[in-house]
């Protein structure tokens, strides 16, 4: 098996696994990175030195792990989990970095024994799975810690952050708590000043790597200023990509939105899962924005679909258009900008149907 980094939390997880990645790749190891969801194509998941499993081979593990898929009744991202995997050991990867799908507990990755352990944030999300509290939601995400293993901590509630820290003693992993005040001052390719703290996390993760992986500060420097992540923060001409799906992902995309000073008038595709928090986000999303189109994301499952009766929020700029066709195209109308935001399924079937945006290029 070869080693491997593994990082969970509520959000940046992604963004912390890919800076990891970039400044490992920059230190001249192999790197596989295995992160979810996918935008458009399912291959976007697995990566190794930039490039994605390729159509053969994920055609190949499919075929040959078809049968224990079968016996054992895995689920999808066990599969894929299990495909990821293979293709990693195949492709002969120095190292792998590794995001979680969901919690950490019983998360599908976490039969791995990580060099370093990570969580990165804690939010209220998935509470149907991972408990009504953040305490809860702590517990389940920080049983990535392994024993004699470094645990970074890159919560910053003091409460939490004990909860984390005691929880890593308890299964006798080393916890390395980031200064909650900390940001990375480097130059950073990803917007916003969550990405800050997001860099900062990978910083001291890849600092109980430096040793013995030879990671210097210039490596850090060099993978950070050239990480890309689509979909995060994502601007391609006059549209914006973010796959927000929480209150606290939509407050620090509003932030980014604000610093950045973007051309007005801004207007906002959103499609939200109907296991979200939505009022707040969409009182947040027009409150900011000139105008709002609110619509439902064809690849979104049918049970998690919003039903645009139960979003009208009473805002004169906000309009529910249920054919996202439609939506997609009113919302281009005399903007000068266009955010497309909600969950990795709004995103995705936006860059679907708009030519050249493929995040496979």
């Known amino acids: 098996m070869f080693p491997t980094v593994h990082v969970a939390g509520t959000n940046g997880k992604g963004s912390t696994a890919t800076l990891i990645a970039s400044a490992l790749r920059a ?110 939601i702590a517990f389940e995400k920080g049983h990535v810690a392994k024993p004699g293993r470094p645990f970074v901590i890159g919560e910053t509630s003091p409460q939490l952050v004990e909860d984390l820290g005691a929880l890593a003693v308890g299964r006798e992993a080393v916890p390395v708590i980031v200064d909650p005040a900390l940001k990375y001052g480097g130059p950073l390719s990803l917007k916003g000043a969550h990405q800050a703290r997001n860099a900062a996390v990978a910083q001291a993760t890849l600092e109980q790597l430096a040793d013995s992986w030879n990671v210097t500060g210039e490596d850090i420097l060099c993978g950070f200023s050239g990480a890309r992540i689509p979909g995060r923060y994502d601007v391609r001409g006059t549209f914006i990509f973010d ?34 928090d939505y009022e707040p986000i969409l009182a947040d999303l027009s409150d900011f924005a000139d105008y709002v189109w609110v619509t439902v994301a064809p690849s979104a499952p049918g049970a998690r679909k919003l039903t645009l009766r139960d979003a009208d929020i009473g805002c004169e700029n906000v309009t529910l258009e249920p054919d996202f ?35 496979l290029g």
């Open 27 to 136: 230190a001249g190891h192999s790197v596989g990175l295995y992160t979810s969801p996918h935008l458009v194509d399912l291959r976007e998941r697995v990566f190794v030195d930039n490039q994605p499993i390729s159509a053969e081979a994920f055609t190949e593990w499919t075929v040959r792990l078809q049968p224990v898929i079968e016996k054992t009744g895995a689920s999808f991202f066990e599969a894929y989990t299990a495909i990821a995997f293979a293709d990693f050991a195949a492709r002969a990867v120095d190292v792998a970095v590794i995001e979680t799908g969901l919690g950490g507990r019983l998360d599908a990755t976490n039969v791995i024994d990580p060099l370093v352990s990570v969580v990165t944030s804690i939010g209220m999300d998935h509470t149907e799975y991972l408990g009504d509290s953040l305490r809860e």
């Open 243 to 276: 796959i927000a799906h929480n209150r606290q992902a939509i407050d620090a995309l509003l932030q980014t939105l604000q610093s950045e000073g973007i051309a007005r008038p801004l207007h906002v595709l959103v499609a939200i899962l109907r296991d979200k």
């Open 325 to 359: 066709d439609v939506a997609l195209q009113r919302t281009q109308v005399a903007a000068r900008t266009v955010l497309v935001t909600g969950s990795a399924y709004t995103v995705g079937d936006a860059m679907a149907r708009l030519p050249g945006l493929s995040p």
